[in-house]
Nanobody, 112 residues
Framework: QVQLVESGGGLVQAGESLRLSCAASTRVFTTIAMGWYRQAPGKRRELVAQLFSSGTTTYAGSVKGRFTISRDNAKNTVYLQMNSLKPEDTGVYYC??????WGQGTQVTVSS
């Protein structure tokens, strides 16, 4: 059973940056896809970014060019670097692994 532990959320002003981290407890980290989803109040959970074991990445159109997903295989950790944050980026961000596991979520709040 893969476990995911997120960190790095917080309150920032529009235009600022945050980096989220997600540590995975799995020996097969290098073989699984990882990703980030977010859920704003009253809205459905949506995909933000995915990173496949091949190195291929996908991004939601709303974050493309501002967010970057990356992984450190030595640390079994995936990151989400978020730049030029906007108030509409506010929500709970969840780490996801292709094993079907979700993290507990970390709150990101962007004030205008």
């Amino acid at each position: 059973q893969v476990q995911l532990v997120e960190s790095g959320g917080g309150l920032v002003q529009a235009g600022e940056s945050l980096r989220l981290s997600c540590a995975a407890s799995t020996r097969v980290f290098t073989t699984i896809a990882m990703g980030w989803y977010r859920q704003a109040p009253g809205k459905r959970r949506e995909l933000v970014a995915q990173l496949f074991s091949s190195g291929t990445t996908t991004y939601a159109g709303s974050v493309k060019g501002r967010f970057t997903i990356s992984r450190d295989n030595a640390k079994n950790t995936v990151y989400l670097q978020m730049n030029s944050l906007k108030p509409e980026d506010t929500g709970v961000y969840y780490c996801w692994a292709s094993s079907g596991t979700w993290g507990q979520g970390t709150q990101v709040t962007v004030s205008s």
